[in-house]
DNA sequence: CGACGTGTTGAAGGAGCTCAATCTAAGTGG
DNA sequence: CCACTTAGATTGAGCTCCTTCAACACGTCG
């Protein structure tokens, strides 16, 4: 698959994730005309209002996108690692409806609009792609609005470390159950809709009953099955069985599918 | 715009909402084949799980996505109103995420497949105006996903009124203060994370204030500044503004600014 | 050292939930 | 035309999950 250290292969990687892509497709996506850029924790990567001239993907490290609601609240509405493409969506818009900001140092790569639009154009298998991963974009999303309004605090927290636990492990950024993630309370409870106090309590609770834990940037899950039980946490709206098997993920992707199924407690780092 | 009684036309109209269509790729879209159905209140168009044969398109009705949750707890994700392409994610991806259900009787469009594919694939113009409609609904998903976050319950029905407001005078079924709802209270209530007991209430407060009634199915607003206050809703997310000036769409679109802008309280129906 | 960001803990209050009863309007069958 | 049914709206009382406010602990970095 060409050279994977080029800083576009892991995106490359994600959008062959969900279609097939020719040589020639794939060259076309590392060839995309782009300009490395170094992010500090906090700076942003667009912000509400903007008109972008460019998409960016997230070369290393985290970012979430937000909004801020009445009276200087926040809501997360998406974290994104390495490998997304952070702001097709804002791309192709005219006008970005939510602010994109890094958690961590990052190195973002932007590509410009125009370029972006040609290849989907001239491209239709890339952008089917493209097009397909801001559907699964859209599925989280609303896997997000199921959380914040129908599950409890501990519900919605274990159902968010699953989920970053796979998109992390897909990410090759760890693993299902031992990831990094550099959030602090506050930004848990931003992206749950909670206070940091609550979140501080809620992973109390997630501890002490021995399911996780979280020291420092990093997470832990002593027993995947548990915190999938308690967080209603079932992985189909990740659309990971649409992809198209025979890639190195298969053996992970089944194992999913097991881990959803049966207790494999995992206490090595308890 | 050709014959605009078209079954698709509605739909047609929608689409060019985002971008601007050639005549030849009109027609294409009003050529598309389809077979129109019948429905009655509460039929499934898609089932969660599902490997959908067909993209629907709402010709009249009302409809919803939802999810299940739970202990059978149900997750309103989008409403859907005539003109809109219902179930353009679900086409594309392999496996529906989410069920779609009518609110009242009504008419669909199934439109194969393969038939959306193809007509994306060879019409660039085409599957930029169809990407764009899915980009807009994902930015409505962000935004629940901030009101079910961060707003109380009167904001956040205050804001999903204001939404649908706007959203049913683009599709021509009402006017911004004046419009038909058939959701009942239960419904509302999954669509905001609220029981139906509390909706109630949150609706007897609104209209003990004078801003707003629901009578059956049909809402009046009386005072659409103090109910965008409310909700703190802006019509940014909607993407109205980035729609192709000159189309008939303009004075309304003037007058939304408008609207979010001054006090126009309208009692005519008080 | 002091300041700051983050995590932790307690106590009190409130927004929204649960449970349950009552009311209304629109069928539906006789 | 009326008893009966049913879906939905309405209202009250008590409860709980989560918030608010406030204090304190801890580590890092100037």
Redesign the pocket.
Known sequence: MSDPRHPLAPTLHKLLRWTVLSPDDQAAVLDLPFRQRSLRRGDHVVREGDTPTHASVLLSGFAYRHKLVGAGDRQIVAVQVAGDIVDLQNALLRMADHSVQTMTDAQVADIPREAVRRLAMERPAVCEAMWYDTLVDASVHREWIASRGR??????LSHFLCELGVRLQMAGQGTLTRYPLP???????DA?????????????TLSARGIMQ?R??SVFIHDWKRLADEGGFSPHYLHLQDAQRGGPDEVFLDGLQDLARQTRPDRSLA
Do not use: Y
């Open positions: 599950r409890s605090a501990l519900a919605a959030m602090t309370q506050e930004d848990l409870g749950l809709g909670l206070t940091s106090v609550h979140v501080n309590r809620t992973l109390k979280k420092g940037p």
